[in-house]
């Protein structure tokens, strides 16, 4: 299945318990749709996210966060892992 890469630029207030709740409802959300959130990293200064992500395309991942919560990524790329 592709893996994707989302990039939010800035989110506004942002803290780690408001990621982790992000999270937690894009996996309550995620089976809906064939997609699986593995991961997220952030950092709070600028506002930054981003979600690591496995689906069988990029609308479905979209898909997740707009029912999820809302929050809705500024760019979505494929991406393949490395070593």
């Known amino acids: 299945m592709p893996l994707f890469m989302d990039i939010h630029q800035h989110v506004e207030g942002l803290t780690a318990e408001a990621v982790a709740g992000a999270h937690q ?25 981003f979600c690591l992500i496995e689906a069988p395309t990029k609308e479905a991942a979209i898909a997740v966060h707009r029912e999820a919560h809302g929050l809705l990524a500024d760019e979505i790329i494929e991406v393949r892992e490395g070593a």
Not at 25 to 49: C, E, H, I, M, P
């Open 25 to 49: 409802a894009d996996l309550n959300t995620q089976a809906k749709y064939g997609v699986k959130y593995l991961r997220y990293w952030f950092d709070d200064s600028s506002g930054k996210v």
